[in-house]
């Protein structure tokens, strides 16, 4: 499955950014879909998850309140809406897919990432 994030950017703290990834998989609704992070010198960790069917979530602490996970079966489209960005949600962003998966994963098709860059 070849995934293609984009919104990526420098934007400044307290801004909003909302990060989309197209997923040409058919039915969307069959995948568990998820957003990574890479920050500097770590490793990648996931910041939000959607179980296949949509009827979970799960969110990184850190994030909880801030950023949220959506999905568009009709535009085959997971988008990672990021409210008051902080600094430190500096990172490349990678969303994920699995097929029938679980919200927490594994993981197995990944997107190539798209940087984004907050300045305090």
């Known amino acids: 499955v070849q995934l293609v994030e984009s919104g990526g950017g420098l934007v400044q703290a307290g801004a909003s950014l909302r990060l989309s990834c197209v997923a040409p998989?058919?039915?969307?609704?069959?995948?568990?879909l998820g957003w990574f992070r890479q920050l500097p010198g770590k490793e990648r960790e996931l910041v939000a998850g959607?179980?296949?069917?949509?009827?979970?979530?799960y969110y990184e602490d850190s994030v909880k309140g801030r950023f949220s996970i959506i999905r568009d079966d009709a535009k085959r489209t997971v988008y990672l809406q990021m409210n008051s960005v902080k600094p430190e949600d500096t990172a490349v962003y990678s969303c994920?897919?699995?097929?029938?998966?679980?919200?927490?994963?594994?993981?197995?098709?990944w997107g190539q990432g798209t940087q984004v860059t907050v300045s305090s």
């Open positions: 994920a897919a699995s097929i029938l998966g679980g919200e927490l994963g594994p993981y197995d098709s």
């Open positions: 959607m179980n296949w069917s949509g009827s979970r979530t």
């Open positions: 998989i058919q039915p969307i609704g069959t995948y568990a």
